[in-house]
């Protein structure tokens, strides 16, 4: 299993969730490691230090830090980003697929997004699809699909 790490920005019942779920779980919260409000390049840094996989909520600057560093010929154990659209239960099963599915070598340099599934409420029904489904693209950008053309004899 992976050794994994979480920022100030994962939700605390999703870790007590990985916690209830694999007691033996090798989680360190990077809050306890570092310094309040330490920026997001050096919680990057020390998750590689310690070689452990970071969880993160923080798709706005993280994502964007982590790419840097891989970029930059930076180590990155792996980056795994949660939404606040997800269910916990959801979420805790698609970091435990990942940290005992993938190896490091498999997660090294990599940033994996969740959900992997479409919660439930979002998933749209046949009956929810516009009369003539979605829009389609085209030479000039994407257009509306205009209903099929009827010839009569």
Do not use: C, Y
């Not at 920026?39 to 998750?47: C, N, Q, T």
């Not at 790419?67 to 795994?80: D, E, F, K, N, T």
């Not at 340099?109 to 749209?124: S, Y």
């Not at 516009?130 to 257009?143: A, C, L, M, V």
């Amino acid at each position: 299993m992976l050794r994994l790490a979480s920022d100030a920005d994962v939700n605390g019942h999703i870790l007590d969730g990985l916690r209830q779920r694999v007691p033996v779980i090798d989680l360190a919260r990077a809050q306890h490691a570092l310094p309040p409000r330490t920026p997001d390049p050096e919680v990057l840094a020390w998750a590689a230090a310690e070689n452990r996989v970071l969880i993160t909520n923080d798709r706005k600057t993280m994502v964007g830090f982590a790419r840097q560093r891989v970029a930059s010929g930076l180590p990155l154990p792996g980056l795994i980003v949660t939404t606040n659209k997800q269910p916990f239960g959801s979420a805790i099963d698609d970091i435990l697929l990942v940290a005992e599915r993938l190896s490091e070598d498999e997660i090294h340099g990599q940033i994996v997004f969740l959900p992997f599934r479409q919660p439930p409420e979002l998933i749209l029904s046949r009956s929810a699809l516009p009369p003539h489904g979605w829009p389609q693209p085209s030479r000039n950008g994407w257009r509306p699909r205009r209903p099929p053309i009827t010839i009569e004899a």
